[in-house]
């Protein structure tokens, strides 16, 4: 449909070109006959564009992109390669529906195999609503005389008051590069045009407004085969801004999900360096110094040597029947994790820090939450926040002392989690990762007052030994299962 409908209706002189192997489709896309002043027949093949394979890259950024995505969502994908290997990781889920200006041969696979049904959209319900596709015969022979799609023009299907009023409407949409402050050019090449910016800036702001909506940007983190990054200091001279820094809320590479919406810029350097390529995240980070984007103690990473153990996120289940996101922290993670421990009462705090502090200074915190995974792990406990980042409610860390394998392990319960099960939850995560690491031991120091925190160690399953020195307990214990109860 695209904007032949609109074109016609508006010029002097109207030709169609009259096409048997076209297929015939639905919605607002006729046009009476009377309305044409020439038929001219050309029977021909239709141009197909063939099903592109994915590359374990783009597997990636679709299944980080699958992540954002909840059962019920509305989705606006177009067509390539990020799309068709996107649609691999949506099929397990449900009642998906589709409010796009284009779609490829990825659809078919999502109907067939019931994760697209069209039943949850809150417009055109059962019915997937696009401007055009492009794919292959096979696509073209799907959609011909087929009700469930409905092609309209493009000025009905981009419109974003129209598009926000879909509930978790989620906006897809590719990038060529993307600045250290958030700002996405997709059209060019420097000054070379790549493509036009089509309803980018149209669903983006769509899915913004929409209740529960996702408004997302993907790229691969590099270009011309590794050798450049496309998250970037700046944009490249003559770079067109398609979606301003104002406007992105997720980025996503395959090296994760950017979260950008209402950042700081030096919040939002540090999300963009996490998900760039390793190799290109030094000179980022010296790059946003220089430019007085981060404080210039920032601590920079090993980051070709420092990998994030993305095996050990999990969600699991407290008392109460809240479900808990438990993930490795993150460098992202330093205004959230600060936020919580400036949240703490005065007595979480002493059982913590054995002290009555009041700063958390970011030289200090940024110790927590940059760390090599290895011989320092940090689990966070997050629940979503209101504005639809995370809120870190529980941090639960082990060193791992030098020359031996014993660890030192220490958490921190947000007040209004207490007594829900998460310190248990904590210590057996802990303990599970660093066994499996060949860790032999955990000791921690307990004040004698902290009963809660020594009953999960007594709880534990281990032989616990306890040492009181006059101020405090020094529990020792052996993790390797030699040594459980």
Known sequence: MDIVKSAAANARYVIAQVNSNMPRTMGDSFIHVNKIDALVPCDQPVIEVPVPEADETLQQIGRNIARLVDDGSTIECGIGRIPQ????????????????????????????????TCTKKTINNGKVVASFCMGSRRL?????????????????????????????????????????????????????????????VDFIRGAARSRGGKAIIALPSTARDGEVSRIVPHLTEGAGVVTTRGDVHYVVTEYGVAYLHGKSIRERVLALVQIAH????????????????????????AWEEVRYPEELERYDTLRDGTQIFFRPVKPTDEPALSEMLYSLSRKSV???????????????????????????????????GPGGEEEIVAIAQYFLSPDSQSAEVAFIVQDEWQ????????????????????VQQFYATVLPDNKAMLQIFYNSGYRVQTEYDGEAYHIRYDITGSDAE
Not at 183 to 190: A, I, K, P, R, T
Not at 355 to 381: R, S, W
Not at 419 to 438: C, P, V
């Open 85 to 116: 290997a996107l649609a691999e990781s949506l099929r397990n889920k449900s009642e998906l529906g589709i409010h796009t200006e284009m779609f490829g041969d990825w659809i078919i696979d999502l109907i067939e195999c019931g994760a697209i």
């Open 278 to 301: 390793p190799k290109f995240r030094k000179e980022l980070l010296q790059a946003a110094k220089a430019h007085h984007y981060v404080e210039q103690d920032q601590i920079e990473m």
């Open 419 to 438: 007594k829900k099960g998460m310190g248990s939850f904590l210590l057996d995560y802990l303990t599970a990762t660093a066994r499996e690491r060949g």
């Open 350 to 384: 002493r059982y913590r820090y054995f002290t009555h502090t009041k700063t958390f200074p970011h030289k200090d915190v940024q110790q927590v939450t940059n760390i090599d995974y290895e011989n320092d792990l940090a689990i966070v406990g997050v629940v979503p």
């Open 140 to 200: 073209y022979d799907y959609i011909d005389n087929n009700p469930f799609f409905e092609f309209h023009p493009t000025e009905y299907v981009n419109d974003p008051y129209l598009i926000s009023q879909h509930d978790k409407m989620v906006g897809i949409n590719m990038g060529l590069e993307v600045d250290l402050t958030g700002q996405v050019c997709s059209d060019s090449l420097g000054y070379q045009f790549y493509s036009g910016f089509g309803g980018q």
